[in-house]
């Protein structure tokens, strides 16, 4: 099976990890501890013993642990982007596609051989958890202002891009993406852990959070003024 590899800015780490067997290791590991501790609990001394490496030589890859849950954020924003043009290709209707968009960026994910030591599974769960920890903190000014958060940017203008064509006078388009995607991840949270805050089944939460936004996004963008 071909195997999928996708490109994460190169800011985000200090050495590529996709390039070495050990920057492998540390993804992968990275995803599962950071699925089964969260991010408070998860520290590169506890990632180290779990591959049998030191501290040291994570650092050299990563400058910290919240570079690392950016650069697996990032990661899991490019994957969205690449599954959404699949999704997209050769869909002549506008609104169609922004369905097909809406369905692949709120759908949880199943397991995917082709992609190389991503769990594609776990990795879901971090960015539902944890991937707002990425950006909501004192120095999301400078790493804006570094490019950090282009995948998250890239990915928002993509569908906006839609939203756009559905209605070439809609005037928020990257607000609404972008209101969406957080609700995506949010809607579903609530649904594991703070169920009296929405509707979205826990044994199904991917169906009516799609109903949901699909319904909030086209409702926004198709009444009028």
């Known amino acids: 099976m071909t195997s999928i590899k996708l490109q994460v800015d190169q800011k985000l780490s200090l050495r590529d990890p996709t390039s070495t067997e050990l920057g492998q290791s540390i993804v992968e590991h990275a995803i599962l501890l950071l ?42 924003w490019s994957w969205m982007e690449y599954r959404i043009v699949l999704a997209t290709a050769n869909v002549d209707r506008a609104e169609e596609r922004l369905r097909l968009a809406l369905v692949e960026l709120t759908r949880p994910p ?22 707002s920890k ?15 958060f282009r995948g998250y940017k890239r990915l928002c203008r993509a569908v906006a891009d839609i939203v756009i064509e559905v209605n070439p006078t809609y005037r928020y388009p990257l607000s609404l993406v972008s209101t969406m995607l957080e609700s995506a991840r949010m809607q579903l949270y609530f649904a594991e852990h ?10 199904a939460a991917d169906l009516p959070t799609t109903e949901f936004l699909t319904e909030l996004v086209f409702r926004a963008i198709m009444r009028e003024p």
């Open 194 to 203: 703070l169920p009296s805050l929405t509707e979205v089944n826990r044994a």
């Open 35 to 76: 699925d089964e501790l969260g991010f408070e609990a998860f520290t590169f001394r506890k990632l180290a013993d779990r591959i049998g490496t030191t501290e040291p030589s994570i650092y050299r890859y990563f400058k910290n642990k919240q570079r690392l849950l950016l650069y697996l954020a990032s990661w899991y």
């Open 134 to 148: 990425a950006y909501l903190h004192r120095d999301v000014d400078a790493e804006n202002r570094e490019g950090l």
């Open 110 to 131: 199943v397991a995917n051989a082709s992609l190389l030591q991503i769990d594609e599974v776990a990795l879901y769960r971090v960015v539902v958890a944890e991937a």
